[in-house]
Each structure stands twice: as structure tokens, then as C-alpha cells.
């Protein structure tokens, strides 16, 4: 458990290290310690590099946590974050944010709306449970949610007079780190660390919840705060991540199955390590991404579901038959 | 050591199943539940353990260290035997001997999906012992299970009211509570009906009343 741990710390520091040495331009971290670069090159790599790749580390936590938290909380290996409607519903805060017309008011305004449809979609989802505190419910009206979210951005987009803002938000909803500035990372790191430290206070409400509701709740869990804690918690981390880089499918979902060959299937033990992993797999695909120069750079979206899908059928077919 | 339970009421929408149910549960003694499917006894040991919402009616004196068996059997992850006895445990490693009590300590270190379901009811239930709790609620714990296995579980569950604790079953199986249980509550309909000693109160007469069908005493096979 330690072991494993450490092994994912260095190895997403290593990576860390060759993503900022590594480039179109030679403006690496090695020029950066020895005083070699030019104004230009720091430039680069202050602005351009250094918050890609820490940006690429905080989304990828964030996914890799909410994705582990979220199977543990609803006990279903196939759950992470847009299983509650959370991401679909900062596509459609980000939607709306567009539509209206409000985005002209400033670079801020598309990624607020973003944050704040993950934040009301949660609340939803938390007032459909209110009365309800059963996992299941909690599963039928994510779904609800999250189909009627997506319904909604297809509505206010086939609404759009204007192609150049249909396309931007096809774009955003690829999902990339390009062009992100030092000043959006750190607005964003806050709210993935807070929401990041509610998700992993959960740990051993979500190892109880192994045993069912009532076993867990005999031995003293709350199970409708562990439910809006993990709803909270991810709503705030992916909210924040998705409203900077836009939607990064299968990370969540993918990275738990990652990690449980060597942490084993306790829920409260994969959370922190589905955080590293998650940094380091995002981390590795980012860099990937910034070196295939097809016609245009690959939108790491596209490459984490391109990845992520292949990989994920390999895997349902390889684990043996969950239990019921 | 005694709690005891006062006019508990309980309902889900129009069907109210606990109605304005009393009782009285001891330490050291083995208090079995019996009645048909559907009658509440399921939701009157849930309602002392405050897993449901009650309209009315209060649980005095309840222990503070429970433990629970439920009737669904549910275990979503495949942990080892060992890390399941664990679970929700502030002292590690109490999950070996735990296991070793039961006569299980062989399945340690097996998953739980490679158990079988006997196996798995006896791990279940060394978890809910793991702390040697002052109150044990074991909801069925013996449906489905192997005349062998059924023998071991209810072994156990004395031995656990030897050491002093409250044991609170719910059972089917007649003869099985006239052989372990040290005080029977018959229910039918939201209501006890009947309660006393096994032998004073598991006679055809209550039982055709409780059940419907009619038990022939001289036809017992009992288990030893």
C-alpha cells in the first residue's frame, strides 16, 4: 500500500521532470537550473509549459480520485464522475454561459459557467436524494440528469447563430491542455484540492459501504453525508477541472482498474492512489499529445477515449465475474 | 445486562408492519424471532438497531458495541476473508483470530467470490463478533445454509451468550430454535403473539395459529 504509493510519487515526478525538459522549443528545466535561458525560453516554458503539465497532473488527480470515490460510494465498477451528471452538467453551465452571450465579457465566464453547472448539477442530484437516501436512487437520477444535461447543450447548440461558437464549444468539449496560463491553474488548484480533500476523507465510510448500507450504517456511517461528501467533493474537483480543460472522458472510470491489481478492491485503500495514478496517466498522455503533430495536435479527450476504451474492454473481459 | 424495546410503531406507506410491538431482550440468553415471511421481523431488529424510522415508540438501554448479521448477505467487493473481519475494525489484526474462532482461520487469505456461501455467512458473522460485542443481531442466520454449517453458526451464537452477550436471532427453522434459543417471540402481522420459553411456546397449537399449517410433533428429525 505504502510501497505503491511511493512508486507513483516517483514515477509522476520523473515524468513531471521530462514533460518540462521536453519540447518544440529547447527551453527545458536543464537550461532553466544552469541559468542558460533566454528571456523568450522562460517565457515558454513559465507560460506555457510549467502550468500544461502541472495542470495535466491536477485534472488527472482529480479524475482518478472522483472515479475511485464514486465506484466506492454507488459499489458499481463502471461509475465515475458523469455517472451523476456532474460533467454534463458543466458542459451545460458552459453552454449557457456562451448562448447568452455572456462569454464576451471576459476569458472567465465560459469556465465559471462550466464550474457552476458541475456545482447545480450536483445540488440536483443531492435534492433528488434528499428524501431518498438510497444508492440506487442516487444512480437512476444521475442518469436522468445526465441525459437530460446533454439534451439541453444539444438544444442551445442547434439554437446558435453563431458557427464560431457552436465550434468553440465542440472544441472545449474535447478536452485540452493547450494555451492554459499560470493564471487559470492557479485559480482552479484551490478548488481541486479542496475538493480532492473532501473525496479522500471518505475513505472509511466507503470501506464500510462494502458491507451494504446497513452494516455500514449499524457501525456508525452516516451514508447520506458519505453521499454528499463523494457528490460535493467531485462535484468541486472535476467542476473546477473539466470548467479550464473541458471534458476528459474515461479517466475516471479507467484509472481505479488501473490501481486494484496492486492495492487490491478496498475502496477506502484505491483513493489515494487513483489520485497519483490519475496525475501520472494524464500527465503521460499530455506529453504524448504535445508530440503527435498529426495535421493538428491531438485533443487529449480524444486520446484519453481512444485509449481508455480499448483498454477498458480488454480489462471487463480479462476480470473475472464481479460479484453480485 | 437487559433493553428493552416499548410500543415500537413503524409503517411505509399504508402498510404498517411494527405494530405498537414490546419486548424485552437479555444478556447471556438467546432470544429468537420466528413468524412468515412479511411479518416484521426483519424491521423490528433493524428498528432496535435504529436502521429504520419509527412513528412512535422508543428502545431503552440499547449497548453501545453491536453487531449486526444482516439477511442480505451483501459483500461488493472481493476482499479477502480477513480483510472483510476487518472492516470498520480501529485494532488491527483482530480479523485472524476472529476467523480462528469460528473454525475458518484456513480462509484467511482467500477472496470472498472463492468461498462458498456457507463460508461466507460465517465470515460475515466473525465480523459482527470481531469486537466481542455486549448485543448480537443475526438477522437469518442460518437460512441456506448446510445442516453442518447451521450447526456451527448456532454454536457460535451460544457460545457468544455463554461469554454474556445479548443474542437476538430471527429463524425459521423450528427445531433449530427449540434446540439453541433461550426465549422465543412468535409473530405474526406486525404483533407478537406468543413469547416465552421454547417448550412453552413452540407447540403445534401456536404454531398452526402463527403459521397456518399444521406441525406433527412425533415426526421430528432433529440435528445433534
Known amino acids: 500500500m505504502k510501497k505503491i504509493n511511493f512508486i507513483l510519487g516517483t514515477t509522476l515526478a520523473g515524468f513531471f521532470l521530462i514533460s518540462l525538459q521536453n519540447g518544440a522549443l529547447d527551453a527545458g528545466i536543464g537550461k532553466l537550473l544552469t541559468g542558460k535561458m533566454s528571456s523568450a525560453e522562460s517565457a515558454v516554458f513559465w507560460h506555457l509549459r510549467f502550468p500544461r503539465s502541472l495542470l495535466a497532473i491536477l485534472v488527472g488527480a482529480a479524475l482518478g480520485l472522483s472515479g475511485a470515490a464514486m465506484q466506492g460510494l454507488l459499489r458499481n465498477p463502471l461509475a465515475e464522475s458523469s455517472v451523476l451528471g456532474i460533467s454534463s452538467g458543466a458542459v451545460l453551465g458552459a453552454m449557457i454561459a456562451l448562448y447568452s452571450g455572456l462569454t464576451v465579457w471576459g476569458i472567465w465566464i465560459l469556465p465559471l459557467g462550466g464550474f457552476f ?69 492557479a485559480v482552479v488548484a484551490p478548488w481541486i484540492i479542496l475538493g480532492s480533500w473532501m473525496l479522500l476523507r471518505t475513505g472509511s465510510s466507503l470501506q464500510l459501504l462494502t458491507l451494504g448500507e446497513d452494516v455500514a450504517r ?12 463523494v457528490i460535493m467533493g467531485t462535484a468541486v474537483a472535476v467542476g473546477a477541472a473539466v470548467s479550464v480543460c473541458g471534458l476528459i472522458g474515461f479517466v475516471g472510470l479507467l484509472v481505479p482498474h488501473l490501481v486494484r491489481p496492486w492495492v487490491g478492491h478496498d475502496p477506502g485503500k484505491l483513493l489515494f492512489p487513483s489520485a497519483l495514478a490519475g496525475a501520472v496517466f494524464l500527465l503521460m498522455a499530455d506529453t504524448f499529445c504535445r508530440f503527435s503533430v498529426f495535421p493538428v495536435e491531438l485533443k487529449i479527450g480524444v486520446l484519453t477515449a481512444l485509449l481508455g476504451a480499448p483498454f477498458f474492454i480488454y480489462l471487463a473481459f480479462k476480470t473475472k465475474a464481479q460479484l453480485t | ?3 428493552l424495546c416499548e410500543k415500537l410503531n413503524c409503517g411505509f406507506r399504508e402498510k404498517q408492519v411494527l405494530k405498537n410491538i414490546s419486548g424485552k431482550f437479555e444478556a447471556g440468553k438467546i432470544t429468537a424471532i420466528l413468524g412468515p415471511n412479511g411479518c416484521g421481523k426483519s424491521t423490528w431488529i433493524r428498528a432496535l438497531l435504529g436502521l429504520v424510522k419509527l412513528q412512535s415508540g422508543k428502545v431503552i438501554g440499547l449497548p453501545e458495541k453491536k453487531g449486526y448479521l444482516p439477511q442480505k448477505k451483501e459483500i461488493y467487493w472481493p476482499l ?6 476487518e472492516l470498520g475494525s480501529r485494532a488491527s489484526g483482530l480479523g485472524a483470530s476472529s476467523l480462528d474462532r469460528l473454525g475458518i482461520g484456513h480462509l484467511k487469505d482467500k477472496r470472498i467470490d472463492e468461498v462458498s456461501g456457507g463460508e461466507r455467512t460465517l465470515v460475515l458473522l466473525a465480523r459482527a463478533l470481531r469486537d466481542r460485542p455486549d448485543l448480537i443481531i443475526a438477522d437469518e442466520p442460518v437460512a441456506e445454509l448446510d445442516p453442518k454449517h447451521q450447526m456451527r453458526v448456532m454454536q457460535a451464537l451460544k457460545e457468544e451468550a455463554a461469554r454474556g452477550a445479548a443474542v437476538i436471532v430471527t429463524m425459521h427453522d423450528i427445531q433449530l430454535t427449540a434446540q439453541f434459543a433461550d426465549f422465543v417471540f412468535l409473530m405474526r402481522d406486525g404483533n407478537v403473539v406468543f413469547q416465552g420459553a421454547p417448550d412453552a411456546v413452540l407447540n403445534p397449537g401456536n404454531l398452526k395459529t402463527v403459521f397456518g399449517v399444521i406441525f406433527v410433533e412425533d415426526k421430528g428429525l432433529y440435528v445433534r
Open chain 1, 218 to 229: 449499524s457501525s456508525g456511517v452516516s451514508v447520506s453525508k458519505t453521499m454528499r461528501q
Open chain 2, 80 to 85: 479477502t476473508c480477513e480483510a472483510i473481519v
Open chain 1, 117 to 185: 453547472g458541475a456545482l447545480a448539477a450536483a445540488a440536483l442530484v443531492l435534492v433528488f436524494c434528499f428524501r431518498h437516501t438510497s444508492l440506487l436512487g442516487l444512480i437512476l437520477a444521475g442518469t436522468a440528469l445526465n441525459t437530460l444535461f446533454f439534451a439541453l447543450s444539444s438544444l442551445l447548440l442547434s439554437f446558435s447563430k453563431n458557427p464560431y461558437a457552436v465550434l468553440e464549444v465542440i472544441y472545449w468539449q474535447m478536452g485540452s491542455f493547450e494555451n492554459r496560463t499560470l493564471a487559470q491553474t
Open chain 2, 1 to 3: 445486562m437487559k433493553f
